[in-house]
């Protein structure tokens, strides 16, 4: 029964149930005039009673106000949709979702509904049920498991409507028989079974959907079995358009169906007896992991139940041999027990993958029920929690152990749903700056950012602490080490024998090897201590390096790291304490080339990892300069000055790069922080080379210099083996005619003896290594042209000699380093260049042609070569330039970075489903890059990827297996060449 205006409750409990609760917002004023905004909203499409609510003040007036000030996308919902609000008086949030999911299951069963007409019915009554979810939420009238059911329902009804939607168009078609048109999917054939959270009604707030779409030929409703594969893997195409696509009305859910046998070589839809026959004679223990959560949710349930029963003796398993508990152990592996090392960052921590996070709660669950679910049914459940209550009530965890990990997993699920709700952006990363963290603490009901973070914080710790103790007190599966004896002259053949089935090829020498360690031949174990500790530590270590399958390699150079340290007990006695670091150290030397040479030429970079703050702090640029201005602080001479440099940016370079090894920071944040770095570092040798050059030839009068950092040093996209490309730009009085030193120079050979100077700086080998190698071809006319370009020539032939090419190079050009009035002039002359009006059909013709050149003559060595395959790096980077240099980037200033330029693309050069999809390209590619880059030399072989390497990429993508990861690169690189030849032509 409708409310009454004038009677009406403004505590919120005429929506809710109970009052709202109070949230604060950022800015008060911007609070106020979101809600009147959303007044005459109300006003203008007759909502008369959320006008009045809105006019006359009060607790959910507030309320509101904050949710908008703090949440754009919850915003600009309920601008949309002002009814779904007015809706509330009449009833409760709970009734209205009910009815909103009731409305999504007649829209798929309409008569004559066109395709087009149901994609724009599910995404206006999915807006309406998210913004309502959302709010339901925010006020406290559902908890976080009351909302992940919502959510998990919403996402059913949609799923199960596109369905019905289909195959009545099929049956219509005649390419289908179905026995009851009005309840389409019974006896279809047509199976869909929800994966992960969405099998588990667990989904968060902006989640894809896993799906495994399978068809029963032997079903009522097919009428040709030798057809209808294709046919269903047709109605699958159409089904995840209908979900996914973006339109002006935005989407309904991502649709992933990766998780699906062998996704790079089978089709969208499966026959059930080739799945069976799969799962039965090559799944992977990954997969029986994911079958846990299994359901059918939509099209042929019936069918997918018994699909399900019957892959039952493959997921659980009564008894398990050797192979398939080392598979549960490398699933554990993965996720990374961290025992007391360092502190947890809680700007940019990822509270799904992080440590801490949701997935160690998930998985170690999944890990428990695969081992004990086969002898224990009810252990078979598929919600994290409710298995979480029948751990504890078997005895597998502790009570404290159940009650810690519950409530820690609520609370942050809450956190995941918050980070959702402000974009609808599917994120798990916590904001790395004050206003961000204050935004969600804001959000989750807390007063501001420090009690939020501090509660974040004490959450992880509890989640690290029970997650640690779970494993400690897990079943111990593992056969034992065996003989290891490494006395006496003579090879133990217990020994030999042991080693070998650890993995190592030739024992022989290992054995000699080891026998060298506790004969105290090196500095690290000559004493007694060092010694009696690596004894102890020696079989966890020859396990570790057994488990990479580059057992001899990973040995050998944990020996000549060995060699170079002065002392080993700390290490040792670490090593001891905190397996994960033992784990990670066991990955750098057999799966990580790179790192391993470079802790072995440099053991003190392996310091860092001892500082218990590593991990709390993110290496951004304020941390970094600070380091280094304490690290160059007692250099005086210029030799020394440049080693300091040296050292400093290899330490911080694998610093960095054990961050995102332990996820810690995302490829993104590595990124950034590799090329601020190089920003420093390049900018205090430029310093230090300017005083010694001045000390000969003096300063020109009023010279000022400039390096403008070009490719991946300007986008903020470096690598951990990147090269740097920069220009240096140079500015002086017009009357100068020399400068005032005693071997005085003209300013054009200043600036070229200048920069010389500076490349031997950075570039030369000394005892402590490179600095960086720096390439200076991107400068104007190349090679051929001066090192050192003056500013006014700069401007002139960018403005009318520059190639096409070099504008768009120009498009992720940054002032690096050098005098901060020149920086300034060519960090706005760069802008405006960038700006010039160009003819929008020559530019793509040019980016098209060029971008064929390069396939042609520098083709892709295979799905790895991320940067040169067809709809690689090359593609999204070329997509952003054009767009950049035709005006089709909507943020202001423009920024150097492609994948800030994607995301800013223009909806008339882009839509919004592009758009997405090629930022999603972009962080994958940049995820993989970064960490290939990191750990190898090299190209990566897929034929022979490390598995510790291998561990790392899947877990950094969150994918379970190589082969689905190989699959997505495929899938990613077609739709991004699809885009590219949209956008830009073929050339």
């Not at 959302?134 to 919403?154: F, I, K, P, Q």
């Not at 078979?380 to 997993?409: H, S």
């Not at 070569?865 to 200033?893: N, R």
Request: proline share 5%; net charge negative; with cysteine.
């Amino acid at each position: 029964m409708p409310v009454d205006p004038s009677r009406r409750r403004d505590d919120g409990s005429a929506w809710f149930g109970v009052p709202a609760r109070k949230l604060l917002p950022l800015d008060a004023a911007h609070a106020e005039e979101e809600v009147q905004s959303l007044a005459e909203a109300a006003a203008a499409q007759d909502c008369p009673r959320l006008a009045a609510l809105l006019a006359a003040g009060g607790p959910l007036r507030d309320f509101l106000g904050a949710v908008f000030d703090l949440s754009p996308y919850l915003r600009d919902c309920a601008r949309r949709l002002p009814g779904s609000l007015e809706a509330l008086f009449d009833q409760g949030v709970e009734a209205r979702l009910s009815r909103l999911n009731e409305e999504i299951g007649a829209a798929g069963l309409a008569e004559g509904a066109s395709e087009a007409a149901l994609m724009k019915t599910l995404r206006r009554l999915k807006q309406e049920a998210h913004l309502l979810i959302a709010l339901g939420n925010l006020a406290g009238e559902a908890d976080a498991s009351r909302t992940v059911l919502r959510l998990s329902l919403l996402a059913e009804a949609c799923v199960r409507a596109a369905t019905d939607f289909l195959l009545r168009d099929a049956h219509r078609q005649e390419k289908l028989r179905l026995p009851d048109s009005g309840h389409p999917s019974k006896d279809s054939g047509w199976i869909l079974l929800a994966m992960g959270k969405l099998g588990a009604r667990e989904l968060n707030y902006s989640s894809d959907i896993d799906v495994i779409v399978l068809v029963d030929l032997t079903a009522p409703a097919i009428t040709d079995p030798l057809e209808a594969t294709e046919l269903f893997v047709r109605l699958t195409r159409r089904l995840v358009r209908i979900l996914q696509d973006r339109t002006e009305d935005g989407y309904v859910f991502r649709t992933d169906l990766r998780l699906r046998p062998d996704p790079g070589s089978t089709p969208l839809a499966l026959p059930v007896e080739a799945a069976l026959n799969y799962y039965e004679s090559r799944g992977q223990n990954w997969e029986r992991a994911a079958m846990i959560k299994a359901r059918a949710v939509a099209g042929d349930v019936k069918a997918g139940e018994r699909f399900l029963a019957e892959l039952q003796p493959y997921v659980w398993r009564k008894y398990l041999d050797y192979a398939a508990i080392a598979d549960v152990h490398s699933i554990k592996r993965q996720i990374h027990a961290h025992k007391g090392h360092g502190e947890i960052a809680v700007a940019g921590h990822n509270v799904k993958l992080g440590r801490g996070g949701i997935r160690e709660i998930e998985f170690f669950v999944q890990t428990q029920q695969l081992i004990a679910g086969g002898r224990f049914p009810e252990l078979r459940g598929r919600e994290t929690v409710g298995m979480l209550e029948e751990l504890a009530e078997r005895g597998w965890i502790t009570a404290d152990a159940r009650e810690g990990l519950v409530a820690q997993y609520w609370f942050l699920r809450d956190v995941e749903n918050a980070l959702q709700m402000v974009a609808d952006e599917q994120t798990h990363l916590l904001p790395d700056t004050e206003e961000g963290l204050e935004r969600i603490g804001r959000l989750l009901g807390f007063p501001g950012g420090e009690d939020f973070a501090k509660t974040f914080s004490a959450a992880l710790h509890t989640v690290e602490r029970h997650y640690a103790a779970l494993f400690e007190t897990a079943p111990q599966l593992s056969r034992g080490v065996g003989n290891l004896v490494f006395t006496g002259d003579g090879d133990d053949p217990g020994t030999l024998e042991t080693l070998s089935e650890l993995g190592f090829e030739r024992a022989s020498d290992i054995c000699r090897v080891i026998r060298g360690w506790h004969f105290g031949r090196y500095r690290v174990t000559q004493s007694a201590e060092a010694r009696e500790r690596l004894t102890e530590l020696t079989p966890a270590l020859l396990e570790a390096f057994g488990r990479t399958r580059r057992a001899d390699e990973a040995l050998l150079r944990f020996n000549e790291f060995l060699a170079g340290l002065p002392a080993g007990i700390q290490l040792f006695s670490l090593l001891q304490s905190n397996p994960r670091l033992l784990q990670l150290l066991a990955t750098i030397m057999g799966a990580a080339p790179r790192l391993a040479a470079v802790i072995t030429r440099r053991p003190h970079v392996f310091d860092g990892l001892l500082d218990p703050a590593l991990l709390s702090e993110l290496p951004n640029r304020a941390y970094l300069a600070e380091r280094l201005e304490t690290f160059l602080s007692g250099a005086r001479a210029f030799e020394e000055q440049l080693d300091r440099l040296r050292i400093f940016a290899a330490e911080q370079k694998f610093l960095i790069g054990m961050r995102l090894l332990t996820g810690s920071i995302d490829a993104t944040r590595a990124g950034k922080a590799f090329s601020d770095l190089a920003d420093l570092t390049i900018g205090a040798a430029f310093e230090a080379v300017e005083d010694e050059f001045a000390l000969t030839h003096g300063r020109v009068k009023d010279g000022r210099a400039a390096i403008l950092g070009m490719g991946k040093l300007g986008s903020r996209e470096l690598t951990a083996g990147s090269d740097v490309d920069l220009i240096l730009l140079y500015d002086h009085a017009p009357e100068a005619e020399e400068s005032d030193g005693r071997k005085a120079l003209a300013p054009s050979h200043y600036y070229a003896r200048l920069t010389q100077r500076l490349i031997a700086a950075v570039s030369a080998p000394t005892a402590e290594g490179v600095l960086y190698e720096l390439d200076l071809r991107l400068r104007p006319s190349g090679n051929k042209g001066p090192v050192a370009t003056h500013i006014e020539a700069f401007r002139k032939y960018q403005r009318t000699d520059a190639w096409t090419w070099e504008h768009m190079a120009l498009t992720r050009a940054r002032a690096v380093a050098g005098d901060a009035s020149l920086c300034a002039e060519v960090q706005k002359e760069v802008q405006a260049i960038v700006a010039m009006p160009r003819g929008p059909a020559k530019l793509k013709r040019d980016a098209a042609e060029m971008r064929a050149l390069i396939e042609k003559e520098k083709p892709a060595r295979n799905i790895w070569d991320l940067k040169l395959i067809p709809g690689g790096i090359i593609d999204l980077e070329f997509i952003a330039q054009v767009a950049a240099l035709s005006g089709h980037c909507t943020a202001e200033p423009r920024p150097p970075n492609t994948g800030e330029v994607l995301a800013a693309l223009s909806p008339d050069f882009a839509e919004g489903q592009t758009r997405g999809e090629l930022v999603e390209a972009y962080r994958l590619y940049m995820t993989l890059t970064q960490i290939v880059r990191l750990c190898l030399t090299g190209p990566l072989d897929p034929d022979d990827v490390p598995p510790g390497l291998a561990d790392i990429l899947l877990r950094s993508v969150d994918l379970p297996d190589f082969a689905v990861l190989e699959a997505d690169i495929k899938e990613t690189a077609k739709r991004v060449r699809g885009h590219f030849e949209r956008l830009l032509g073929k050339g």
